[in-house]
Structure formats: C-alpha cells, structure tokens
C-alpha cells in the first residue's frame, strides 16, 4: 500500500490517504502513520467501513487499551474497549454519552496514567440540509508553549497542577466507584512528549484546579491565562466530520473540543477507544 500524508495546513492535523483499515497493517504498514501523528499530533483517515473489531486492532498499533469508564454504561456489545459517543435515544433511554467533551481539556488528564491518544470513528454524523454539523475543534498545546514568552515559559516550566476528576461537569452520571478510582494526581504544566521530546502545554480548565506551590487567585489567574492561550485561533485545527472518518489525537500534543451545534433528529453516533499513555514528565 501506498501511504500519503498532506498536513491540513493548520496548526494541528494531517490526513491520511491509502490506507483501508479493513485489510489490517504489519509494523511496516504502521510506521508512516504513528510519524504523522507525532509530526501533526492529530490524523485523519476518510471513508473507511470498519467493524468494532477492526477498530480495536488499529487502535492497538498505538498501545494498550483502556476501558472507559463510561463504557460500563455505554459500551458496544463483545467490545468493551469501545464507548459510545451519541445522542440517539432508543425506547426512552439514551444509547451514548450525548454532550461528550464540550469544553477544552485532553482525555483523562485527571488520572496517573492520561490518555496517550484517543480514536473517534463516525457511523452518524448530524446533518442539516447539507450540511455537516459536531465538529471538533483540536488545539496544538506544543505550538502554544513555543509561542509563550522567555519570561512566561521561565515562569512555569517547572510548575506542577493538580488535576481533579471532580473538576469537571460531565453530561452523565458518575459513581462514587468512578471517582474513588481517579483521585486527585499532580502533573507537570509543561509536559514533554514521551516520543519527540517536544514540550508542550498542559493545562486546562476544569480539570487542572490548582497549581502546587501557588496561592488559589494566582494559581487560578494562571490556569485561565494558559488555558485562554492555548486555544487561540491560530493554534487550532477545526475538523468537520464526514461518515466513515477515523481521528485519532495525541492527548500529549493537542487539547480538544466538540462543538454542540445539534440536537435530534439530527443523529450522531461515535465509537471511541482509547490508548493508555505514560506518566506524565
């Protein structure tokens, strides 16, 4: 197979072409993929016609797998490795996680081992008279950090956050199972990439309450500042979905963010599946 990787031209994202995920990859096959998601922190593949377990078999060309806490609820049958992202109600009861990720942050920075990269694959995609609607924004924190000031990045490259799974508001119910499993981590704000080495942001709202060593009104003050900076328009790739697309994102390189600019009978259903990541330095 013949692979071609054409940068989005924006900050963040390169799309992918030549691949057909339902044939599968050697190591050979997955090596120009895994480089354009290091480069580009974010990648596309379009119109691909994959089963849950053709997913999971890409997906684990990037690691180990998680099982999302949310998938207890709203996992795919056989493949627990997959939670649904969806606003589709079935007999009165919703079959997916309706309002996924609607504010900045990247997955689960709020446990000991984040998210190393994330995959949406879109069987649905709300459409209003031609036109697609729920994309997803992503935010290139590495480009932000490059961007901050000498004295700014001074500052703060040495700075931990505390990171808090209660720090959230979240569209579905957690249990206190879940949040006895996630609690309260530090973590690095400059964060350097376990494969490149490239420094980055790491930060966000919500999530990062607090910074260690600083009082609540400048550790707030700062988290608003950093996170305010890292989704400037000229950081962010904004994707708008199509059926059959495959994004997968590296939570170390980007933050993102779903636009909810639908509701039914506009119909969205995403299958997501997640790669464990390392601890954060």
């Not at 627990?80 to 007999?91: D, K």
């Not at 996924?100 to 008279?129: C, F, I, N, Q």
């Amino acid at each position: 197979m013949s692979i071609d990787v054409r940068p989005t031209g924006a900050a963040a994202g390169a799309e992918i072409f030549g691949v057909d995920l339902t044939k599968g990859l050697d190591s050979a096959g997955f090596a120009p993929i895994q480089a354009a998601l290091d480069a580009y922190g974010v990648i596309v593949l379009r119109d691909q016609k994959i089963t849950p377990e053709q997913q999971i078999a890409f997906s684990r060309h990037f690691g180990e797998l998680d099982v999302n806490f949310n998938a207890k609820r709203f996992g795919v049958s056989g493949s627990p490795e997959i939670y649904i992202i969806s606003n589709i109600v079935e007999n009165g009861q919703p079959t997916g996680t309706r309002r996924a990720g609607e504010t900045w942050h990247t997955d689960m920075s709020y446990a000991k081992r984040p998210a190393r990269v994330t995959m949406l694959y879109a069987v649905e995609v709300p459409v209003l008279h031609g036109l697609a609607l729920g994309g997803t924004g992503f935010a290139n924190a590495a480009a932000a950090w490059d961007a901050l000031p000498q004295s700014m990045q001074d500052e703060i490259r040495d700075l931990k956050g505390v990171f808090d799974f209660r720090g959230r508001k979240r569209s579905s119910p957690v249990s206190a199972e879940d949040i006895a499993q996630y609690p309260p981590v530090e973590h690095p704000i400059v964060r350097t990439h376990p494969r490149t080495g490239r420094k980055g942001l790491y930060i966000a709202r919500d999530d990062c309450t607090g910074i260690v060593g600083k009082d609540e009104p400048t550790a707030l003050a700062l988290i608003e500042a950093l996170a305010d900076h890292i989704v400037r328009p000229d950081f962010v790739y904004q994707h708008r979905w199509r059926v059959g697309d495959v994004v997968a994102w590296d939570n170390c390189t980007v933050q993102h963010r779903a636009v909810q600019d639908y509701d039914l009978p506009q119909r969205r259903l995403l299958w997501r599946t997640t790669v464990k990541g390392d601890v954060p330095h």
